[in-house]
C-alpha cells in the first residue's frame, strides 16, 4: 500500500512545480517528502524563500525502541522561511509542522541550516542541519513531546539533482504505557529533486 502511495506523490510531483522533492531509504525504512517554493506563485512572496512541504515516513521497528510497538507510518505538513546571511553560502530558517502517528500529533517549532561547502569548481556540496522540538503544550492526544533532529550532506552530481546522506532522529513520546518512544533513529541516503 505504502509503496502505491509513494508512486503517486512521485507522480504528482512531477506534474506540480515542486521547488524540491526527496526520497531516502535505508534497508528498513522509506521517506518521502516534497517542498513547494511559494514564490514560485506568488509575486508577493520573494523566490527561494518560503516554503509549504509535506513528508511521509514508513520506518520499521527495527530502527525503533524495542517495547514492543509497532510504527505505523508518519505523516507531516511543514511551513519554513530561510534565508541567506549575506553572501556566505549559510541560509538558515524558521520552521513549524503538524505531525501525526498512531495515537500521536504535536506541532513542533524548529531551526534548520544550510551551508554550501566553498568547493564549487570542483562540484557542489551542501552540509543540512535541523532540529524540532514540540513541548507538552504544543503535543496533543496521547503525546508528551517531539523532538527531532538530522543532519545530511548533499553532492549535486548534475544540475538540479542532488544524491544525499544523512542521519535522522524522531522521538515520539508518549504518555503513560509507551513512555519516552524513539520512532526512528538511523542513517539514510536517497535523491533530492530541484525544480
Given at each position: 500500500?505504502?509503496?502505491?502511495?509513494?508512486?503517486?506523490?512521485?507522480?504528482?510531483?512531477?506534474a506540480?512545480?515542486?521547488?524540491?522533492?526527496?526520497?531516502?531509504?535505508?534497508d528498513?525504512d522509506?521517506?518521502i517528502?516534497?517542498?513547494?517554493?511559494?514564490?514560485?506563485?506568488n509575486?508577493?512572496v520573494?523566490?527561494?524563500?518560503?516554503?509549504?512541504?509535506?513528508?511521509?515516513?514508513?520506518?520499521s521497528?527495527?530502527?525503533?525502541?524495542?517495547?514492543?510497538?509497532?510504527?505505523?507510518?508518519y505523516y507531516?505538513?511543514?511551513?519554513?522561511?530561510?534565508?541567506?546571511?549575506?553572501?556566505?553560502?549559510?541560509s538558515?530558517?524558521?520552521?513549524v509542522?503538524f505531525?501525526?502517528?498512531?495515537?500521536?500529533?504535536?506541532?513542533?517549532?524548529g531551526l534548520?541550516?544550510?551551508?554550501?561547502?566553498?568547493?564549487?569548481?570542483?562540484?557542489p556540496?551542501?552540509?543540512?542541519?535541523?532540529v524540532?522540538?514540540?513541548?507538552?503544550?504544543?503535543?496533543?492526544?496521547?503525546?508528551?513531546?517531539?523532538?527531532?533532529?538530522r543532519?545530511s550532506?548533499d553532492?549535486?552530481?548534475?544540475?538540479?539533482?542532488?544524491?544525499?546522506?544523512?542521519?535522522r532522529?524522531?522521538?515520539?513520546?508518549?504518555?503513560?504505557?509507551?513512555?519516552d518512544?524513539?520512532?526512528?533513529?538511523?542513517?539514510?541516503?536517497g535523491?533530492?529533486?530541484?525544480f
Amino acid at each position: 500500500m505504502l509503496k502505491k502511495i509513494a508512486l503517486l506523490m512521485m507522480l504528482a510531483v512531477s506534474a506540480f512545480a515542486m521547488h524540491s522533492a526527496e526520497v531516502n531509504i535505508n534497508d528498513t525504512d522509506l521517506e518521502i517528502s516534497a517542498k513547494l517554493d511559494l514564490g514560485q506563485f506568488n509575486q508577493n512572496v520573494e523566490p527561494n524563500t518560503t516554503f509549504l512541504g509535506f513528508r511521509i515516513v514508513d520506518a520499521s521497528d527495527t530502527h525503533s525502541s524495542t517495547n514492543g510497538y509497532k510504527n505505523d507510518p508518519y505523516y507531516e505538513a511543514n511551513f519554513l522561511m530561510k534565508r541567506p546571511i549575506s553572501s556566505s553560502g549559510l541560509s538558515v530558517g524558521m520552521g513549524v509542522k503538524f505531525n501525526y502517528t498512531t495515537d500521536f500529533s504535536s506541532i513542533p517549532l524548529g531551526l534548520e541550516g544550510t551551508y554550501k561547502i566553498p568547493a564549487a569548481a570542483f562540484v557542489p556540496m551542501y552540509v543540512n542541519a535541523s532540529v524540532y522540538y514540540g513541548p507538552r503544550v504544543l503535543s496533543f492526544g496521547n503525546a508528551d513531546r517531539y523532538y527531532e533532529y538530522r543532519v545530511s550532506y548533499d553532492i549535486e552530481l548534475i544540475d538540479n539533482g542532488r544524491v544525499t546522506i544523512g542521519y535522522r532522529s524522531m522521538n515520539t513520546n508518549y504518555q503513560g504505557a509507551r513512555g519516552d518512544y524513539t520512532y526512528n533513529k538511523a542513517f539514510y541516503f536517497g535523491f533530492k529533486f530541484l525544480f
